[in-house]
């Protein structure tokens, strides 16, 4: 195996085990910042309760999120130095300034919301976790800015071959930013939203503390059904944009070989084959692509054929098309747990609505629990068809993930380092579904018991402390 | 007037300064759990000592590591490509601790806190250690070709002056972190680390004239910067000496303020023996990394400069009022587990 096999499978394990984490902070740090406000608005004991129990979930997921954020700030200059260098320019500020703007603002204050319950003021500690959804937004924001550049790079000059920039508002104005920003974290509120109101019908169903968990269900449902709506809608709006600057990638997450013809029908489902370069058969809607890719019900696009043809001119000899197969079915993938989430969602809230949520919902309730993954595996497969299919390239049009390895590091390095970090996370994992777990089965009255910590004002040490 | 390169690589050596003194003193606490604390409520107090802060201190080294991405890509993409296995024990170091802390009061179990224990010792010990070694070895030179490529084998980047720049930070930063302990805590453990902090100030300091003798001989950093760098060795000298005289009288605020200005001066030092190359080449001189052939474009740095310059005085802000928050001494009668 040789150093860029090896440090993409590294980069694809890294980047998607981080992903599992990353939406489900942002997603559940939001609710928290509602429920805790519900508190301090309300002032009822049992919202606080609330952003406690579901903040010991949400510590145990941040804590896995940030500790695999840092391998990805380091793995761009350990096995991609020669991209590094090439875009370091461009690419390396929004990093930078993610940093400096985000990370230091959710670390903060985390710190101070963990340990701030009886040293801050009601309102100066809700303040605390607001800035922290600020902060994991802000993050959200800078780190797509800098992915966005790699998907439709603008704002720049090639120079003394390196990309250098020429305009940072054009990074930050990227059209592309503005529907991958939106669709992302829109995805990982329903994400937030779907783990409560997946834990919520669990308990329900073992009839545990049921006013807690209605309540908490009730306001993850509404977000969830909100959020999966409309990132949807963003999911449209990206696709729509990818027609004009990746036409490739749409093509390919289409299974389209050849041209279209106009009106378009969109492939539901089909048998690809890269060799032959066609689809042994196919299931096709008839004028839903020319819709989706125009909002109207004619007009061609454009096949990988074709687009493969017309690169060649541009950017010389080559093949510069994405594995189809993967970009087809990550994209079938996504849409559907999207349009699953949304139907499940919005049940869900006609049964919140009609205070029909703690009677006779087995069913509904089993399949909630069950429903936690589909969030997930929608952000996983949009983010696997998002990248592999901008390949050849790492920066579309500019450089290929050929050129972008580093070239001082061994195949052997890499492959060490693989097995480490695949070790680490396999095992991080497992016991973050372990304590997920034991916190959900202890519920939210466990609490009390920790809280309180009983010493004896007439034992010595309690004669210590008090004195 | 100072260019926007040079600007740069003083906010990089700030970044790396502002780590060290603050990471610095969560590395000492977080190996004091391992030397220092006799039970397990002995162990949380030094944790919760740091809980709140060790996350936000993490972030210097992560924005360092972004500065020197976005400011010296070169630079960058050389050291993190040329240091890979350091880097990845590095890595695992610092991802053990990070979820130690937040998973370890979580079971009820001996051999969950042991193990969780042994990871925040681990971690606390080997990221000094190793970015001891690496700054080392920026000083003594990497064989870095024409390519700014660095090829180095294991004795490239360990050798007996590496492990001595290694060791040396490891101790100054377990010094200063049994100093933050006498700040944060009370009773037994902080006369302990205020006893221990003291006793170890003697092998610290054959370990920095040590160390300073090797760089006057096996560096070149003298040759560019002797000046300076006398100055700086002098003023580490009289922190160094007024650390343990403030010791001994009990002004723990004043010695955690000289330990830290040990650490500031030596990583200051580092960088000005540097400046203006960023990496040296020990194949040819002319190979070397520097804030010039290293660095962004004028524009890259003007707008980064801009961000950097409005956005610090806030990050600033809001990490001293939270050491202010938190200001009282833990003790083991009060809430522990979060």
Known sequence: MDTLLLARIQ??????FHFFFVPLSIGLVFLIAIMETMYVVKGKEQYKKMAKFWGKLFLINFAVGVVTGILQEFQFGMNWSDYSRFVGDVFGAPLAIEALLAFFLESTFIGL???????????????CIWLVVVGTTLSALWILAANSFMQHPVGFTVNNGRAEMNDFFALLSNGQLWVEFPHTVLGALATGGFLVCGVSAYKLLKK???????KSFQIAVVIALIASFLTAIFGHSQAQYLIGTQPMKMAASEGQWGKSGDPAGWTVIASIDPDTKQNKYELKIP??????????FSGEVKGINELNDEYIKTYGPGDYIPPVRTTFWSFRIMVAAGCLMIVLAAYGTYLAARKKLERNNKWFNRFMLWAIALPVIANTSGWIMTEMGR???TVFGLMTTADSVSPSVTAG?????????CTAYTVLGAILVYLFVRT????PNALDKTDNKSSDPFGKEGYHAVS | MLSLNELWFILVAVLFIGFFFLEGFDFGVGMSTGILAKNDSQRRVLINSIGPFWDGNEVWLLTAGGAIFAAFPNWYATMFSGYYTPLVVLLLALIARGVAFEFRGKVEHGGWKKTWDICIFLGSLLPPFLLGVVFAGFMKGLPIDGQMEMKAGLFDMVNLYTLLGGITVTLVCLIHGLVFTTLRTEGELRERARKLAKTLLYPLAVLLVVFAVMTYYQTNVFEAHGAVLSVLAVLGLVAFLLSGYFMTKGKDGWAFGMTGAVIALAIGAVFVGLFPNVMISSIDQAFNLTIDNAASGHYSLKVMSIVAISLLPFVLGYQIWSYFVFHKRVHEKQHLEY
Not at chain 1, 208 to 214: E, L, P, T
Not at chain 1, 413 to 421: E, G, M, N, R, T
Not at chain 1, 440 to 443: D, V
Request: aromatic letters at 22%.
């Open chain 1, 113 to 127: 919301w963990i340990f701030g319950w009886d040293r801050l003021s009601k309102k100066v500690h809700l303040l």
């Open chain 1, 287 to 296: 004028y839903l692509l020319s819709f989706l890719a125009y909002s109207k």
């Open chain 1, 391 to 393: 390949q050849p390239w």
């Open chain 1, 11 to 16: 980069y694809a394990a890294t980047t998607i």
């Open chain 1, 413 to 421: 390095q890499v492959l060490f380092s693989l097995i480490a970090f």
């Open chain 1, 208 to 214: 545990q503390d049921i006013q807690f968990f209605k």
């Open chain 1, 440 to 443: 959900i089965k202890k519920g």
